[in-house]
Nanobody
Framework: QVQLVESGGGLVQAGGSLRLSCAASKSILGFNGMEWYRQVPGEQRELVAG???????HYADSVKGRFTISRDNAKNTVYLQMNSLEPADTARYYC?????????WGQGTQVTVSS
């Protein structure tokens, strides 16, 4: 049973930074890709950033230039560095990992950006 545990969320002022972590219970080298999503109550979950096993990254237009996804294979952890945060970034952030069998989701971590 693969588990993903997110951490690093919190309350920050606009313009500030946070780094989210997603720790996997197995080697992340076994995943085809890992992604960060976010969701606001009453809205659909949206893709924020992704990282393929080959190292290719992709970002939502709304976060390009501000957010960076990266990984530490030795720690089985994927990160989301979030800079220049805006109130519109307020959401619960989820980590998703995909292997040949299925998708795996964490429980999420709340990010709140005050104006």
């Amino acid at each position: 049973q693969v588990q993903l545990v997110e951490s690093g969320g919190g309350l920050v002022q606009a313009g500030g930074s946070l780094r989210l972590s997603c720790a996997a219970s197995k080697s992340i080298l076994g995943f085809n890709g890992m992604e960060w999503y976010r969701q606001v109550p009453g809205e659909q979950r949206e893709l924020v950033a992704g990282l393929t096993s080959g190292g290719t990254t992709h970002y939502a237009d709304s976060v390009k230039g501000r957010f960076t996804i990266s990984r530490d294979n030795a720690k089985n952890t994927v990160y989301l560095q979030m800079n220049s945060l805006e109130p519109a970034d307020t959401a619960r952030y989820y980590c998703k990992a995909t292997d040949v069998l299925r998708d795996y989701w964490g429980q999420g971590t709340q990010v709140t950006v005050s104006s």
